[in-house]
C-alpha cells in the first residue's frame, strides 16, 4: 500500500476537458530518461488521459489503449476509444498513454514533408529524401532518433502502469499497436491480464513487405465482388481497366496545379507510383473501396476533378501533425527495412502498386538513424495471457493471415474474422466495442460469444 501511494505520487493528473469526451478525466504527464539504458541526459514528458469509470465500484485492472501507425497517439482517437468502449469504461478506467515520439509526448513530427519547394512545387515522394533530411536535421537537435523503438516505448509503458498504481492492466492495440502490444506481452507478461487486437501485425512482417502484393489481392477480390454485384457492375462496369488506364495515363509523370490562398498555387509532380500508393488507403475500408471505385470512374470516364485533391490529401499523410513521420522512421528503420528481402522484385511484380511504396522506405532509411531490438524481435509470440485476436475480412494491410500466425503461440487465444470489415473498425464498432467489453469483463475467450462477427452486413456499391 505504501509502494503504491509513493508510485502515484510521482504522477501528477489533474481534471481536463477532451472534445467529445463526456465524464471524469484527468490528464498529466510521467517523465523519462530518453535513454533508458544509461539514465542520463534528455528526459522526455509523456502525456497520459486516464477516462476514469463511470460508475462504481470500480474495477482494479483498467484498460490501456494504443493507437497504430506507426505514429499515431491514443489522445488523437479519445473521443473515438470513450464511445467504442464505452461499456468498458462504465466500471473501468480508460487509460491513454502517447508513446514517446507520438502525439503529445514529445513528438517527432516532420511538417518538412508537406511543404512545396521554394518553386511552390511538391514532388512525387511522400518520403521525398530533401526533406526527410531537412526533418532529421531538425529533430537531431532535440532527440536522439535511435531511443525511439518499440521494446523503449513499451519499457515507458510498464513504467507508467506502475506509477499509476495498477497491479495487472487490460490492453488493446490495433494495427501498429498490435506490434506494441505482442512486445508488451513479451518483456510484461505478468503486467497484462488480458490482451486484445485488432488488425494484427506478426512478429514475421518486415512492413512493407506485404504491402503491394496485399494491396492487389484486395483490388481482385473487390473487382470480383463488384462484377457478381448487380447494382457495381452496372455502375462501375470496368474498374480494373479504369484503375490501368489511369495509371498508364500517369507514365510520365503529370504535372498537376491547385489554386490556393492569396493566389499561390500548389504544383504537384504525380505519378503512376505516387497515385497507386494514395489509391491503396481506398481498399482500407470497405465504406472507402466504394469512393475509391466512384474516384476511377469520374476521373476516367466523365472527367471530373478529384485527382489532385485526393493525391495532395494523400501525399500528406507523412507529414501531418496527426501521424508522427519521425517516430514512423525510427520504428521503421529499425525494426522492419533492415529485414526485408534483398531482392524485391517477386514482392511487386503484377501488382498496381509495384515498388514505390518500398523504395519509399528504403530510401528514407538509408539516411534516418536506426536503433537496436532485442533478441526476441522477429520471435513468435508465445503467451498464456488470455488474448482476442480480431481481423478484418476484407483488410489489404494486416489480413487474417497474420491473425492466425500470432494465435499459433497463445494457449488462451482466440481469433475471430469480422465479416465485410477492412482495417479499421469501420462500421462494426458496436460489435467489437461489446466484444472487447465481454471479453475483458470475463477475463477469458472461453465461452465468449462472438457471433455479431458473422453478421456484420456489406457495405452497398451505391
Known sequence: MIAAIV?????????????????????????????????????????IIVLEALSTPR??????????????APSFNASFFSRVFAGVRQTRDLVLVDLRGTGKSNPLTCPELTRPNPEGSLDENILSVTAVQSCLARLEKTADLRQYTTEIAVDDLDEV?????????????????????????????????????KGIVPPSLASPETHARAGEEAWQRLVKRCQ????????????????????????PATVLAMPGSQNATTKIRVTSGLFA?????????PENEVRGLKLLRDIVHDEKPGLIENVLGGRAILGGERLAAGFFLSVSCTEDVPYLPKEIAPL?????????????QLNACAIWPSGKVSGQHRKPTKSAIPTLILSGEFDPVTPPSGGEEVLRGLTRGLHVVIKNNGHPIGSAEQCIGN????????????????????????????
Open 7 to 47: 508510485l502515484t505520487a510521482q504522477i501528477l493528473l489533474t481534471p481536463c476537458t477532451l472534445d467529445g469526451v463526456s465524464g471524469p478525466t484527468r490528464c498529466g504527464t510521467y517523465r523519462v530518461w530518453e535513454n533508458r539504458e544509461t539514465k542520463r541526459g534528455r528526459q522526455i514528458d509523456l502525456s
Open 59 to 72: 474495477k482494479r485492472e483498467s484498460l490501456f489503449l494504443l493507437a497504430g501507425g506507426p505514429g499515431d
Open 277 to 285: 500508393e494514395v489509391f491503396r488507403f481506398f481498399l482500407y475500408s
Open 348 to 360: 511487386v511484380d503484377g501488382t498496381f502498386g509495384g515498388d514505390y511504396r518500398l523504395r519509399q
Open 161 to 197: 502502469r506502475a506509477a499509476l498504481g495498477y497491479n495487472q492492466i487490460n490492453l488493446y492495440g490495433t494495427s501498429y499497436g498490435s506490434r506494441v502490444a505482442q512486445v508488451y506481452m513479451r518483456r510484461y507478461p505478468s503486467s497484462l491480464r488480458t490482451v486484445s487486437m
Open 435 to 462: 466484444l472487447i467489453g465481454a471479453f475483458v469483463d470475463k477475463g477469458s475467450v472461453i465461452g465468449l460469444d462472438y457471433s455479431c462477427a458473422s453478421k456484420i452486413p456489406e457495405v452497398q456499391f451505391q
Open 228 to 251: 457478381s454485384n448487380e447494382q457495381c457492375a452496372r455502375n462501375f462496369p470496368t474498374p480494373d481497366a479504369d484503375l490501368r488506364t489511369l495509371l498508364k495515363r500517369l507514365e
